[in-house]
């Protein structure tokens, strides 16, 4: 049987991470095998180039950035990514390209041209089958990181970006929803955890029985 690739995208504070996991848990507890990986940070030599890129001590050229999270990006194709979609197993990744679209694209005003182009080198074409963008305000994702942080200043280099910045990315992500709607199904996060796990698990679940990795429902 294929591998099968989903991702998880959306701006920081949005839930993604929390809904990986919960999906993950519930997806094992019905006997599946799933991969569970994170970009940046999916391979020992990219968690060393996470720390880098979200020391919030650390000034990093926009070029250095782009370039540090295609290098991560590469070595996760390579390593993790192609490997486990040649074993046929489910692999659901914690961001991908698309953030490199919104971030580094919109957020740092490199061109489509360029960003498509870095893109496809630390690829080599993979995409995503299927992406869940979770979807809030750049307000609520912002009252969510001081939260995490109690009450500081956002956490991470990038979580420290002002409100402009997380509205391109925002915008742009939204954008690229409405160009790939078959690909990218749209989360909406403003209600409970319960209730949003709820939505993930209705797209996923028919999803991956569409994909022969589950049977039944029940899953
Ligand atoms: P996260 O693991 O909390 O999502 O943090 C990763 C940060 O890195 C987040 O702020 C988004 C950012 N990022 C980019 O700017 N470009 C990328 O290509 C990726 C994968 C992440």
Partial sequence: MAGTFITFEGIDGSGKSTHLRLLADFLRSGGLDVVLTREPGGTPVGNRLRAALLDASEEVDPLTELLVFAADRAQHVRRVLRPAIEEGRVIISDR???ATV???GAGRGFSAELISEIIALATEGLRPELTLLFNLSVAESNTRTRRRTNGQQAGDRLDAETAEFHTRVRDAYLRLA?????RIKVIETNRSVEETQECVRKVIVPFLIGRGHIRNANC
Wanted: charged share 35%.
């Fill in 102 to 104: 919104a971030y580094q």
């Fill in 178 to 182: 409405e160009t790939e709607p078959d």
């Fill in 96 to 98: 991908y390209a698309d």
